[in-house]
């Protein structure tokens, strides 16, 4: 059985910083592209972070380049979301995605997902 699980929500202030990390098991991990997804109330979920399988090849939302960094420990079957400069408008749910296949990260339909972990930037 598949499990992906965040971990490292909370609230933080605007300016601050967050790292988010995925759990997975129950998969080859080193064998699947991993994605970050945002969901905000009211907004429809949009893809924020993701990486290969290797991680030599990331994806980044214009919305947050330059502030977010998505990582890999293929190792410890691991995935990071390292968030600085965070603003009241990535207030959001993030979830983890895995999928073999990276085209379908891009289009929002991952095989698996996580349960989601809540992140709130004050202003």
């Known amino acids: 059985q598949v499990q992906l699980v965040e971990s490292g929500g909370g609230l933080v202030q605007a300016g601050g910083s967050l790292r988010l990390s995925c759990a997975a098991s129950?998969?080859?991990?080193?064998?699947?592209?991993m994605g970050w997804f945002r969901q905000a109330p009211g907004k429809e979920r949009e893809l924020v972070a993701a990486?290969?399988?290797?991680?030599?090849?990331?994806y980044y939302a214009d919305s947050v380049k330059g502030r977010f960094t998505i990582s890999r420990e293929n190792a410890k079957n691991t995935m990071y979301l390292q968030m600085n400069s965070l603003k009241p408008e990535d207030t959001a749910v993030y979830y983890c995605?895995?999928?073999?296949?990276?085209?379908?990260?891009?289009?929002?339909?991952?095989?698996?997902w996580g349960q989601g972990t809540q992140v709130t930037v004050s202003s």
């Open positions: 990486a290969s399988w290797s991680g030599a090849n990331l």
């Open positions: 129950g998969l080859t991990f080193s064998s699947y592209a």
């Open positions: 995605a895995a999928d073999l296949r990276p085209t379908r990260l891009r289009h929002d339909t991952p095989e698996y």
